[in-house]
């Protein structure tokens, strides 16, 4: 068994604890901060240096935002949009449609099924889909230089309350690995 296999065992088991209001809580890695919004919560890498963004500073379709930023330039971002497709009803739904947005220089790696943290009566909720993708910077907005290349991984499905989400990490490749991307992804806990 893999140290990554065993981590996401160890937190499946976690997570089926009883008893509380964390119990089915994701559990979010030490030194890592958490965005909060209606339907989900995600952890981000703060001590790698991503921070928050205000309300005020994102665009008005990301419900919330992590960026990390290195000489003004943005070189990873965490973000969360909700209600992003019409006539979305499932997770398989909801990925199409985030897949569609990843972009014609991007390399799609894989695509699967994900069970999310949450209430026992989220039932259908927990469930989504996860896909690891690889592109190239455009170089503008203050992303890096045009042709950097890039890694991502989003996470999209449908809230208890029928609401589409996708959470997206995108980072310069290399910058996070994939236990952080693993992490990422069982850092969401869905509402």
Known sequence: MTAVTAAVAGAAVLLT?????????????????????????????????????????RAKANAAVALKEEDGIRTGMVSVQLDFATGVHDAAGAAAAAGAGI?????????????????????EAREARRIDYDFTADGQEDTPNRGTPMTGVLVAGV????????????????AVDAEDLDAFVGSITVK
């Open 103 to 123: 972009g014609l220089n991007s390399t799609r790696k894989a695509t699967d099924g994900v069970r999310l943290a949450g209430p026992d009566d989220a039932g």
């Open 17 to 57: 604890g009883c008893g509380g209001d964390d119990a089915n809580k994701a559990s979010v890695p030490e030194g890592w901060g958490t965005l909060e919004t209606g339907s989900l919560s995600v952890g981000y890498p703060k001590s790698e240096g991503y921070a928050e963004q205000p309300a005020g500073e």
């Open 159 to 174: 809230d208890s309350k029928g609401v589409p989400f996708v959470v997206r990490l995108n980072a310069v490749k290399d």
